[in-house]
């Protein structure tokens, strides 16, 4: 914590406040707060008081609800570059399609604490990459793998209890679907309807 006076090229003072909050838990994690451009020194110490209050609560939320998913994402994201984040060794073309994936799809949690994530989520996730008609139900399926990395290893490093994703199917659109087969019933009166409204396909269908 600190209060820094500053002068501007025309004499003039303000005061630029810092204060941070570490855990005592985990070295990683800390909070800073900072305000710039402060015109008194009493201002300051005032504004320093308050930061330093609302670090502490932050720090505490953040430890009792564990890492938000943006940080466990980029811890993720460093231990597989130190060769680090697997069990299975993977190739670099995967651990960066990986982190295509996850940074592209998931931005939205980046802000949740990653225990709060839950198969809706992740089911919501889905239903959005399987409407984009842009997208195939592969984009999905890697998304879910990338997902699944992500999980496995904060499961194991304890930043996470659950992984979200097991048991989450991927339900794919009618596009993809098979089409239907028609029953022999159902073929004849399809004939019948051509023939009556004299449809033009009905001349060129076999019938029998």
């Known amino acids: ?80 570059i130190n060769g680090k984040g697997s069990v299975k060794p993977i190739t670099v073309n995967t651990l960066n399609d990986y982190i295509f994936l996850v940074e592209k799809y998931t931005k939205d949690w980046n802000k949740l604490p990653a225990n709060q994530i839950k198969p809706a989520d992740v089911t919501l996730l889905y239903s959005d990459l399987m409407l984009d008609k842009e997208k195939s139900g592969a984009t999905a399926k890697r998304t879910r793998s990338a997902l699944n990395s992500v999980f496995n290893w904060a499961i194991l490093n304890r930043k996470v209890k659950d992984n979200p994703v097991t048991g989450v199917p991927i339900s794919h659109n009618s596009e993809e679907s098979r089409p239907q087969i028609l029953t022999l019933t159902e073929i004849h009166r399809l004939l019948d309807c051509g023939q009556q409204l004299g449809h033009e396909w009905y001349d060129v269908c076999p019938k029998g």
């Open 1 to 80: 914590m600190a209060i820094h006076e500053r002068v501007r090229p025309d004499g003039s003072k303000y005061f630029y406040v810092y204060v941070v909050a570490k855990s005592k838990k985990d070295r990683s994690l800390r909070v800073q707060k900072e305000r710039d451009l402060v015109p008194t020194y009493k201002e300051a110490d005032r504004i320093q008081k308050r930061l330093k209050n609302e670090a502490k609560e932050e720090l505490f939320r953040r430890e009792f609800n564990g890492d938000t998913w943006g940080t466990i994402v980029k811890k993720w994201r460093e231990a597989f």
